[in-house]
């Protein structure tokens, strides 16, 4: 797991000073040490590795070109981030987490031509044979993406963050929001609108449609909603609390599944071939089921 956290311009930085900053966040048997001729801090604490460097040249522009377009919500983030000229990168790795395929910087879905509303999908009426996914693995990522968000806020916090790159979900956060986030992080409410980027969308035809990218990180697969009249505020209210329910809770859905919303609402879930990403499996969010 990996955040890049861009800094201001003429930031101070003193990595031995950093060192104790982890230990004190992690607790004393945290074992700490420079490594890359003094440029990078490695903290290792229960068989986990957290290594913080120092890279004193602005985030590649290939990196972050698509995510700048895709903040609609952070108007200046383009000038702000402009502003610097140095970042962190930040590691997790957890021996127990296999990594995830790697994924490409979101494009930014505006309308997603050649999927209409209706007879898009092929549900299969058994379980497919999609392959299988580890409870456990869930867990342990959902841990090490709580670890992740408390190094990278301390490190944003102390040395004058513009903003977080999460490369899981390839989504740009404002440090206001990533803050505002972690304010009221816990085990039972994850800063999901960090880790999980939300991807909606309108047809040509008036249906919308949602996918997440960031879920493959967490050990699950991405949520697709491909077709669907619901509104854009029901589609993803709905599809945050389904994800919620699966990274707290470290629930893999089954394939037709009910998954209930709200004590009066629920929707059925489908394991299917993406038709976003060909080659990898999602979980479809059927929000017509209840109708």
Known sequence: ????????????????????QMRDL?????????ADEGG?????????????????HPIP??????????????SDAESEINKHSSYFIVVISDPRIPEPPKMEPAEVVEETPNIEGEGVLEIF????????LADSVIRYSVQGALLLTRISLLLGNNYGALG??????????????????CASMTPVNLPLRIWIDFRLWESKDGTRGLVTHGMTEMGQRELEIIGSSSSAQQIRAWSYTVAHYCLEKGKVLEHGQAVGISP???IRTWI??????????????DLEAEE
């Open 1 to 20: 797991m990996i955040s890049l956290i861009p800094l201001r311009e003429n930031s101070d930085v003193d990595l031995n000073e950093l060192g104790d």
């Open 26 to 34: 992690l607790g004393e048997d945290t074992i700490v040490r420079l």
């Open 40 to 56: 990078t801090v490695i903290a290792e604490v229960a068989g986990v590795s957290i290594k913080a460097s120092l890279r004193n």
């Open 61 to 74: 522009v290939e990196i972050l070109q698509e995510p700048l377009k895709a903040a609609w919500y952070w």
């Open 125 to 132: 009426p058994e379980t497919p044979d999609a392959p299988p």
């Open 164 to 181: 977080i790159y999460w490369d899981g979900s390839t989504a740009l956060h404002s440090w206001k929001a990533f803050e505002e986030s």
């Open 264 to 266: 009066k609402e629920w």
């Open 272 to 285: 299917v071939k993406s038709r976003l990403d060909p080659g990898t499996w999602a979980t479809w969010l």
